[in-house]
């Protein structure tokens, strides 16, 4: 249910008042300083203008032209779900959008790579522009201090994302000129994790532990903390990381919501598991994911398809691996698992949305559909773990919350730092994490009680997996861990298509031999795609630009 349309609708109105950049042709995306109706010199007065100002900088930023199909912004889903998510072993997007990043062949040319990088330095100018400005505004100081915080930690935010997924970046804390955004250089990977970290620590003090409903959806003290608890986590630190976590949690105000399902849908919204969400509003500023996700019996695209791969790391219910336990069936092998497979996954002949029955024909998908773009097969698994049977509105615009970062993470992420640091694991700690998040009422899977690290952490890995699926954070996971050059090669298997393969063989759809289908197969180079190409165009502008090794 909505409680807070107020800041939802706030959100809406300064997008259409208050331009902070504007985008144009041939300069570099770093120069992306105001040059709008709205002066600085007039602008920055009253509180009003401020808190104008501050929904502006939390504004996806959704690009135009040639590029409008493309929304990645960090602070919007289509980033997590395509760049994220449908580039590992989780599965795939069906529209070759991000097929670059599976195939091998990722190069500086690479359109996503630009729009990611584009989204997040525009982002970043933002955040420059208000904290050179905001101090001009007379207002209640203690508001000003918390609005600079939450300023700063968006600004970290997308700097820890740049320096992981690009390394040395340019680390620019104020609005630049033309020339001085087309001569900049990289900064050290040390230099702006240093910065981001900094940056987390100070603005932490300043912001609230909770806010009204009114202003639900603004940085919170656990929002900051936990996103400086991933940093700990990518930078193996492991001591800070539990520190941090630690301190998430003495908060007291997070629980791990008893229903697993309503977390993605508009039931869910306002729950206390939720430390960090992506703000949306119905028909005004929604979102395409139901879209995206759903198939073409409801409307959508279809546009993601798991892998079995996935499929398979859900546990049995007696919460051991399908490989260990006696309760699994190869020829119904989507009984007695886990619930949380058919929360998170549409299964053929088994799955049901809005009282139809879910099919999937997966040897027969046509080459072209809709607009006419090739497309890559069906795995004969959809995503089903944000698709709202209660909505009946358009598809395109739906206005659920997109969840950044829950408590189940941070449960699952203090027990990993606990792990790693060498921490003795007791049973205790065990229940206070991983069977807290295993144990929610709407799906009772056996507590865990293993304490060996070793084996723990495949059980752990294994839970983020199943627990965070399609949330945007298993490349994050896989890159941190450094498997990607294991577990991202190799083919990647669609839906049980038959029994065990026979001697015959089978012409018509490709099975492995027990009767999935293959739908993929993927490479990762491993001395080169840990780190993505700093952007072509951006080089072509800024010759001071260095490019990273293997492009």
């Known amino acids: 249910m909505k409680k807070s349309c107020v800041s939802k609708y706030i959100f809406v109105v300064a997008f259409l008042s208050f331009s902070v950049v504007i985008l144009t042709g041939c300069d570099s995306l770093l120069n992306k300083y105001p040059l709008d109706s709205l002066s600085n010199s007039t602008f920055w007065k009253t509180e009003g203008d401020a808190l104008l100002a501050l929904t502006g900088v939390y504004q996806q930023n959704k690009l135009t032209g040639t590029n409008a199909k493309q929304s990645f912004d960090l602070w919007n889903q289509d980033a997590y779900l395509r760049l994220f998510e449908a580039t590992t072993d989780n599965g795939f997007e069906k529209d070759n959008g991000v097929t670059d990043f599976n195939n091998g062949d990722l190069a500086a040319s690479y359109q996503p790579v630009m729009d990611l990088w584009t989204t997040t330095y525009i982002k970043i100018t933002k955040c420059n522009n208000f904290l050179e400005n905001i101090d001009n505004v007379e207002m209640d100081v203690n508001k000003l201090e918390e609005m600079k915080a939450e300023v700063k930690t968006i600004r970290a935010y997308d700097y820890f994302w740049l320096a992981f997924l690009w390394s040395d970046v340019p680390l620019v804390t104020k609005v630049l000129t033309v020339d001085e955004a087309n001569s900049v250089f990289r900064d050290s990977r040390e230099n702006v994790i240093k910065f981001v970290i900094e940056e987390l620590q100070s603005a932490i003090p300043n912001l609230p532990v909770t806010r009204p409903d009114k202003d639900y959806g603004r940085i919170t003290k656990g929002a900051a903390l936990a996103i400086l608890g991933r940093v700990f986590l990518a930078e193996k630190r492991w001591e800070d990381a539990k520190n941090v976590y630690k301190q998430v ?303």
């Open 249 to 551: 949690i003495d908060l007291g105000v997070y629980s791990i919501d008893a229903r697993f399902s309503n977390l993605f849908i508009e039931k869910g919204e306002n729950s206390k598991e939720f430390l960090l969400v992506s703000k949306r509003m119905p028909d005004i500023y929604g979102n395409s994911i139901l879209l995206s996700c759903l198939g073409f019996t409801w409307g959508g695209y279809h546009h993601y398809s798991p892998y079995n791969e996935l499929v398979e790391d859900f546990e049995c219910i007696d919460g051991l691996p399908v490989k260990e336990s006696p309760l699994f069936d190869p020829e119904k092998p989507y009984e007695n698992r886990d619930p949380r497979l058919l929360k998170t996954i549409f299964v053929d002949n088994i799955s049901v949305f809005k009282n139809i029955l879910y099919i999937a024909h997966p040897d027969s998908s046509p080459n072209v559909y809709q607009d006419q773009l090739t497309r890559r097969q069906w795995s004969g698994y959809m995503v089903r773990k944000f698709c709202d049977e209660d909505y009946n509105g358009n598809l395109n615009v739906y206005g659920c919350d997109f969840p950044m970062i829950r408590y189940a993470e941070v449960l699952l992420s203090y027990l990993e730092a606990n792990i790693e640091s060498g921490t003795p694991i007791t049973q205790n700690l065990l229940d206070e994490t991983i069977n807290r998040v295993r144990g929610r009422e709407e799906i009772k899977m056996p507590p865990v009680t293993e304490t060996n690290p070793d084996k723990l952490t495949t059980i752990l890995r294994r839970e983020r997996r199943v627990e965070l699926a399609w949330e945007g954070l298993r490349l994050f996971d896989l890159f941190r861990w450094r498997t990607a050059h294991i577990l991202l090669k190799g083919r990647f298997h669609g839906m049980k298509i038959c029994s065990k393969k026979d001697a015959s063989g089978y012409t018509k759809v490709p099975v492995n031999t027990d009767g999935y289908y293959f739908c993929e197969e993927t490479f990762f180079r491993e001395n080169v795609d840990y780190l993505w190409p700093i952007p072509q165009a951006e080089r072509d502008v800024n010759k001071n630009l260095t490019q990273n090794s293997g492009y």
